[in-house]
């Protein structure tokens, strides 16, 4: 359990009893996640996402992110993927490096998530797109609320992301592994 009060963190174990007290985040903590390898992952009200390592106590900053609006961990927790109000993405190591990015986008990054199998990643934007990527880095198809969605086949998962009038509320993911159909990339979009 995890309980935010201005930039500290109390990590508490299930009796109530604090194990670790962080530091260094800056502003009011608006979004927390604990990934699978018990790193803390912190977003504040002034934008920034901080690492927390499991056993330790000093962040590591996500100073390349801009102004994060959403930040989560990949399934295995060794890897963070963050959008931002500067209208990119990018995937991060748990030690801070950047792996992959930045994804750009004509607005704002309002949601980002990894899927279940770790296959693919979705970023949402207030441009009204939804841009699905392979763990590897290439993309695999751009959903625009303009063209609708449809679920494809039994083995698809749907995410919810975004906000706003007309921003993609929901994306089909297939989940099962290969072979992928080629890329469609709608040049509507």
Same mark, same amino acid.
């Given at each position: 359990?995890?309980?935010?009060?201005?930039?500290?963190?109390?990590?508490?174990?299930?009796?109530?009893?604090?194990?670790?007290?962080?530091?260094?985040?800056?502003?009011?903590?608006?979004?927390?996640?604990?990934?699978?390898?018990?790193?803390?992952?912190?977003?504040?009200?002034?934008?920034?996402?901080?690492?927390?390592?499991?056993?330790?106590?000093?962040?590591?900053?996500?100073? !390349?992110?801009?102004?994060?609006?959403?930040?989560?961990?990949?399934?295995?927790?060794?890897?963070?993927?963050?959008?931002?109000?500067? !209208?990119?993405?990018?995937?991060?190591?748990?030690?801070?490096?950047?792996?992959?990015?930045?994804? @750009?986008?004509? !607005?704002?990054?309002?949601?980002?998530?990894?899927?279940?199998?770790?296959?693919?990643?979705?970023?949402?934007?207030?441009?009204?797109?939804?841009?699905?990527?392979?763990?590897?880095?290439?993309?695999?198809?751009?959903?625009?609320?303009?063209?609708?969605?449809?679920?494809?086949?039994?083995?698809?998962?749907?995410?919810?992301?975004?906000?706003?009038?007309?921003?993609?509320?929901?994306?089909?993911?297939?989940?099962?592994?290969?072979?992928?159909?080629?890329?469609? @990339?709608?040049?509507?979009?």
């Amino acid at each position: 359990m995890i309980a935010a009060r201005d930039a500290t963190l109390l990590v508490s174990n299930m009796d109530g009893g604090v194990e670790r007290v962080l530091n260094g985040a800056t502003g009011t903590i608006n979004r927390l996640q604990v990934g699978r390898l018990g790193d803390v992952l912190a977003v504040t009200s002034e934008g920034n996402a901080t690492i927390w390592p499991a056993g330790r106590s000093e962040p590591i900053g996500l100073e !390349k992110a801009g102004t994060v609006l959403a930040a989560s961990f990949n399934r295995d927790g060794t890897q963070v993927l963050t959008g931002s109000e500067e !209208k990119f993405a990018r995937i991060w190591s748990r030690t801070g490096q950047v792996l992959f990015g930045p994804v @750009m986008h004509d !607005k704002r990054v309002n949601a980002v998530a990894f899927s279940p199998d770790g296959s693919f990643f979705a970023i949402a934007s207030s441009d009204n797109t939804a841009t699905l990527w392979s763990a590897r880095g290439v993309p695999y198809e751009v959903l625009s609320a303009h063209s609708g969605y449809q679920r494809r086949g039994h083995q698809s998962r749907q995410w919810t992301g975004g906000h706003g009038t007309g921003s993609p509320r929901c994306a089909a993911i297939p989940t099962s592994s290969g072979p992928w159909p080629s890329a469609r @990339m709608d040049a509507s979009s």
